[in-house]
């Protein structure tokens, strides 16, 4: 949160895909960060703790989808480690097109 402003300046969510205890090891990640925000180290900030954080929960791979509309998003992910997994074709409708998603995922062991 900007201090100054009390604006929100970015969100990070995380959960176990499920409650079966073959996920007990695995979050799904989700993120947002504020457009004023964005390049300013406010989503690097909050992946650096959750990433230092998980070991302590035993997490051993943390996954999350990104748009292939968003390039910026899918390189910011792969500096910080993360790799593509699977790709979703024509997995949303939005704006009158189809977008595809990518899956990636980091492995922490």
């Known amino acids: 949160m900007d201090e100054a402003t009390g604006e929100v300046l970015g969100a990070l969510s995380y959960h176990h895909p499920s409650p079966l205890p073959a996920h007990r090891r695995h979050w799904v990640l989700g993120i947002g960060i504020a457009p004023s925000a964005q390049g300013q180290g406010v989503g690097q900030a909050l992946m650096q703790r959750l990433l230092t954080m998980a070991p302590s929960h ?19 992910y792969q500096k910080l480690g993360f790799h593509e997994e699977g790709f979703l074709p024509r997995e949303y409708w939005l704006n009158d097109q189809w977008v595809a998603e990518y899956i990636m995922a980091y492995y922490l062991d």
């Open 58 to 76: 035993d997490i051993g791979k943390i996954s999350l989808r990104v748009f292939e509309t968003n390039p910026n998003a899918r390189r910011f």
